[in-house]
C-alpha cells in the first residue's frame, strides 16, 4: 500500500513562488510513477506534471514547463513540485497521485492509483 502526504500549500500574490512537497511510504519512489494534479474550485483535476519511476518528467503544456518544475529526493523518499511565478488561475488544490509503473497514458486521474489528501494553494493579491 502507497500513501502520500502532500504538503507546502499555502497562500501568495501572484509572482510568488511555492514549493509543494510530497511523502510517500510503502514503495521508493524510483520504484513507482508519480505525478502532480490541480483542481480549481468548481472543476475537474487536472493534471500539471509527472515524474516516472525513471525520472523521466512531462508536463502539462509549455506554460506550466516554463514555471513549474517536478523533482524528487530519493533520501527523503519525496517529490516536489517547485512553482514560480504564480497566476491567480493556479489556486485551487494540488494532489500528488502514484501508481505502478506503466507505459502509456497518465494525464488523466483515473490512470492513478494512490492519491494524498491534497494541499491548498491560493494566488492572490
Known amino acids: 500500500q502507497v500513501q502520500l502526504v502532500e504538503s507546502g500549500g499555502g497562500s501568495v500574490q501572484p509572482g510568488g513562488s511555492l514549493r509543494l512537497s510530497c511523502a510517500v511510504s510503502?514503495?521508493?519512489?524510483?520504484?513507482?510513477?508519480m505525478a502532480w494534479f490541480h483542481q480549481a474550485p468548481g472543476k475537474e483535476r487536472e493534471f500539471v506534471a509527472r515524474?516516472?519511476?525513471?525520472?523521466?518528467?512531462?508536463y502539462s503544456g509549455e506554460d506550466v514547463k516554463g514555471r513549474f518544475t517536478a523533482s524528487r529526493d530519493t533520501a527523503k523518499n519525496s517529490i516536489f513540485l517547485q512553482m514560480n511565478t504564480l497566476k491567480s488561475e493556479d489556486t485551487g488544490v494540488y494532489y500528488c497521485?502514484?501508481?505502478?509503473?506503466?507505459?502509456?497514458?497518465?494525464?488523466?486521474?483515473?490512470?492513478?492509483?494512490?492519491w494524498g489528501q491534497g494541499t491548498q494553494v491560493t494566488v492572490s493579491s
Open positions: 497521485a502514484a501508481r505502478s509503473p506503466k507505459v502509456g497514458y497518465f494525464r488523466d486521474p483515473a490512470d492513478w492509483s494512490y
Open positions: 510503502g514503495r521508493a519512489v524510483n520504484r513507482i510513477d
Open positions: 515524474m516516472n519511476w525513471s525520472g523521466s518528467t512531462a
